[in-house]
């Protein structure tokens, strides 16, 4: 079985600074990763997912994710957050090439003040 | 592409009652999901559907809850004779068949059972 965890269940950080969300994972079989967020009263949404190749992944709003295979990690970063990227992040994970199902952290909730 | 959509959004009951929520996938997604996720917690997955066919069901998906999708459209979830432990946001989530494509997920229901 796949498990996730997410090491830091709030993160407060100023306006403009770096952010750093950790998820390491573990599994015996090969993975795809997955970063989804939620924004307040909203529906989780796909940040970035990692399913081969370049291990590192970015998405269109200045996130990007590393995937540490020794490390059984796939850290979140993101060099300057807005007060729009408040939000909850869940790091998950899926069996490569099987069924698909997402097994999710506990969450990171991301509070930018300004 | 309307989305996942997922009816009702809140549901109150009261213990040892029934409860059936509804979920609307997007129209050319094969794949239906189903999680639950509690207060603190990240979704935890409960079934999922290719088509019409169920194909797994977690542990936590004790015998008082039942799935379908008939004719591999909408899906319903009913609980039987729901006690205080179920309540969460149950999580609705359809995607193309394949680890590669994104599970879209729905705003989920809330259910409070008193």
């Known amino acids: 079985a796949q498990s996730v965890t997410q090491l830091d269940s709030q993160v407060p950080v100023f306006e403009e600074a770096p952010v750093e969300l950790r998820c390491n994972y573990s599994s015996s079989v090969s993975v795809y990763l997955f970063w989804y967020v939620q924004y307040p009263n909203q529906g989780l949404q796909l940040l970035l997912k990692?399913?081969?190749?370049?291990?590192l992944v970015e998405s269109i709003n200045g996130f990007e994710a590393e995937f540490n295979k020794s490390q059984t990690s796939f850290h979140l970063r993101k060099p300057s957050v807005h007060i729009s990227d408040t939000a909850e992040y869940f790091c998950a994970v899926s069996v490569a090439l099987r069924d698909y199902k997402l097994s999710f952290g506990a969450g990171t909730t991301v509070t930018v003040r300004a | 592409d309307t989305g996942v959509s997922q009816n009702p959004r809140h549901k109150i009951t009261k213990r040892g009652q029934n409860v059936t929520f509804r979920c609307d996938p997007i129209s050319e997604h094969n794949r239906l999901y189903w999680y639950r996720q509690t207060l603190g917690q990240g979704p935890e997955f409960l079934t999922y559907f290719q088509n019409e066919a169920q194909l797994e069901k977690s542990r936590l998906l004790s015998d008082r809850f039942s799935a379908e999708r008939p004719k591999g459209s909408f899906s319903t979830l009913e609980i039987q004779r729901t006690e205080q432990g179920d309540s969460a946001m149950y999580l609705c989530?359809?995607?193309?068949?394949?680890?590669?494509?994104?599970?879209?997920f729905g705003p989920g229901t809330r259910l409070t059972v008193t």
């Open positions: 990692y399913l081969s190749g370049s291990t």
């Open positions: 989530a359809s995607s193309l068949t394949g680890g590669e494509y994104e599970q879209y």
